[in-house]
Structure formats: C-alpha cells, structure tokens
C-alpha cells in the first residue's frame, strides 16, 4: 500500500486531531491573562509596623482600589486585618522611616490644633510645661514619622524619631507635664 493511499485513509483523524489543535490554541488566546498579584494580610495582624512575614502575595481578581502590590514591610498599619484581606493603601498611615540611631516616640501634644500644622517629615522641638513653671525644651530637631488618627480629647498623637535618650526625656516631661511643639522651617 503506498504513503497516499494510508494517508486518504487517516485524512479524518488527521483533520480531527488538527481541529481540536487549532480550538485548544484558541481557547488559550483568549483565556484572561492571570491577575497580578496584591499584598494580603498572611495572619491576623494588629495595628503597627508591618514586618517581613506579614504579607504575602496572592493574586486577586478583581483586585481592590487601592491594592498594594509591594512594599508593605516597613509600613504602619492603621487598623487590625484579618489573614487573607488585602492591604490597600487607605489601611496605611502616612509616615517616614526612623533615621539610623533613632527610636519610635509616641507623645501626646495637648493643643490638636497645632498638630494640624505639622505633618511626616516636619522637623519639631518639643517643650514640656509643668503647674507653676515655664516650659522646658526636652527634645529638639526632631523629626515627625507619623500622625496616626485619634479620637482621644486629650491632645493629639504624634510619634517622633527621637534618640533613644530623648525618648527618656519625652516620656519623663510627658509622665507630669504637659507638651506642645515649636516648628522648625525646612531646609
């Protein structure tokens, strides 16, 4: 039997098997091109500094506005997640990282108002004012990380890169006293 005659024997299957090529390539054109991953929450997480095992990747379709899809370590969080939600950038709060050599100092300053005129990066000195004295500068030029938001009616929160020594000093003046801010110009 000659290559023709098994050829127009087969033609059938051979077009079958080609057919069915040509609509799997097709199918795999067309198929929607798998979504990029976003950053999720890997366990449940408190608010605070995001660490290097607080996020993963997954990829999320459609993902949420806002998703971010790195650079979460490092970041303050502004509110509890649960494993697997997405972080978007409303969960963060707007922030600097802390210079070499500093340390993270929550202080509370009793006028909210001037907090306003103050946002992450501001240079401040803080001064503390005790019943019956003058005020006190107890930490200079140091620099804001962030406003988180707050509710509380007894002043404003401020978190300050502070040497670890003028951490000392804030928390003292802050345990009897009261703080306030003076505004350093940027240069």
Do not use: N
């Amino acid at each position: 039997m000659s290559w023709a005659r098994r050829f127009a024997r087969r033609r059938r299957l051979i077009a079958s098997v080609l057919t069915g090529l040509a609509v799997l390539t097709a199918l795999l054109a067309v198929r929607p091109a798998a979504p990029d991953p976003i950053l999720v929450a890997a366990r449940d997480l408190a608010p605070g500094v995001l660490g290097p095992g607080d996020l993963r990747a997954v990829p999320v379709d459609p993902p949420p506005d806002g998703a971010l899809r790195s650079g979460g370590v490092g970041q303050v969080l502004a509110t509890a997640m649960r494993r697997g939600e997405p972080l978007t950038d409303a969960r963060l709060l707007p922030s600097m990282p802390l210079p070499p050599g500093t340390v993270a100092a929550p202080v509370r300053i009793a006028d909210r108002d001037a907090v306003r005129l103050i946002a992450p990066g501001s240079i401040v000195g803080v001064l503390a004012a005790w019943e019956g004295q003058s005020a006190q500068l107890v930490a200079d030029d140091v620099r804001v990380v962030t406003i988180p938001a707050s509710r509380d009616e007894h002043g404003a929160l401020v978190v300050l890169a502070a040497t670890p020594t003028q951490a000392g000093q804030l928390a003292a003046a802050q345990a009897g006293g009261s703080l306030s801010i003076m505004i350093k110009p940027s240069l």
